[in-house]
């Protein structure tokens, strides 16, 4: 569907992309994870005819992206970071004037304004200007103008940032309705939680690199990376600690806390908690922490992923 190959893009002494690959398949969730400034929009605005690269290669359903630009156009929606409508006009003429933009046919056209502005709970505001629009409700419409020529790819950066619950909920319905009907969507986020809840696989990027892609499980079992048994106690002290930390060899201490670190948690817990009443340490509470998007990001890149 999408194949990506030694992409770069410098914008004067920044690389923005330093020879990124990677494949996306038909009928996927792709995230395309990183902080800020990691080069996730720069790809998205190249696979969307927006940015052209300085070099590499780019294959949208077939078509050569630098060869065949209007073909490729012709296959993808492309919902933007930033809202792309005109305040000025109804939310129904922006959807008008966006669906013309396809040479989508007037009458399948209106069809499909009324479809889309239903499926995103607006058809009861759908003359009301832009201007009169919530944050969340602009984000509705931004995306159902690029839905409206029927793509068979989406873009999507950063589509949920800065709305209110009851619209990223509707959004997230939508998404999980078109993903479900056979669309390939392209995903960036700043949300962990939705990258998780969505994506079939990821892609990691950061400084202009991909430094790890696949399914979640495939990113949790490729390197050294442990689950944290934490426990807090009401009589811990330096001389029960060290006794703790004579058997334990991976562990920390924070305070009254213990953070044990574990291939395996499941077999682990009961020994650590036996070895502790046995040493006479009173536990007041036990967390356990698993490895998920956020731990894998924050180990591979050392940030945070909105730093």
Request: hydrophobic share 40%.
């Amino acid at each position: 569907m999408i194949s990506v190959k030694s992409l770069k893009k410098k914008y004067d002494s920044i690389d923005a992309l330093k020879g990124i690959s990677f494949d996306i398949h038909d009928g996927e969730f792709f995230g395309l994870l990183g902080p800020n400034g990691a080069g996730k929009t720069t790809t998205i605005s190249i696979l969307s005819t927006i940015v052209v690269p300085d070099s590499g290669e780019v294959s949208i359903e077939g078509f050569d992206l630098r060869k065949n630009p209007n073909d490729c156009k012709r296959v993808i929606g492309v919902v933007p970071q930033e809202i792309a409508l005109y305040n000025d006009l109804s939310a129904y003429d922006n959807l008008l004037f966006w669906g013309s933009l396809y040479n989508v046919p007037k009458n399948e056209l209106v069809k499909r304004i009324d479809e889309t502005l239903q499926l995103f709970g607006l058809a009861d505001r759908k003359n009301d200007l832009i201007k009169t629009y919530s944050g969340g409700m602009k984000r509705r419409i931004n995306i159902a103008s690029a839905l409206l020529h029927k793509p068979k790819i989406l873009f999507m950066d950063e589509p949920t940032v800065g709305i209110d619950p009851q619209s990223r909920n509707l959004i997230f319905e939508v998404l999980e309705k078109l993903h479900k009907d056979g669309m390939t969507i392209v995903y960036t986020t700043h949300y962990m939680e939705e990258a998780e809840r969505f994506c079939n696989r990821v892609a990691i990027i950061d400084n202009g690199q991909i430094i790890a892609q696949g399914t979640l499980d495939e990113l949790r079992n490729s390197g050294t990376m442990k689950e944290t048994i934490s426990i807090s106690f009401l009589n811990l002290n330096d001389d029960l600690f060290n006794k703790v930390a004579g058997d334990w060899i991976d562990l920390k201490r924070v305070a009254n806390t213990i953070h044990f670190y574990t291939m395996n948690v499941k077999s682990d817990l009961s020994k650590i908690t036996l070895r502790c009443n046995e040493l006479g340490l009173d536990i007041n509470h036990i967390e356990i922490q698993k490895i998920n998007l956020e731990t894998i990001f924050l180990n591979l890149t050392g940030k945070q992923l909105r730093d």
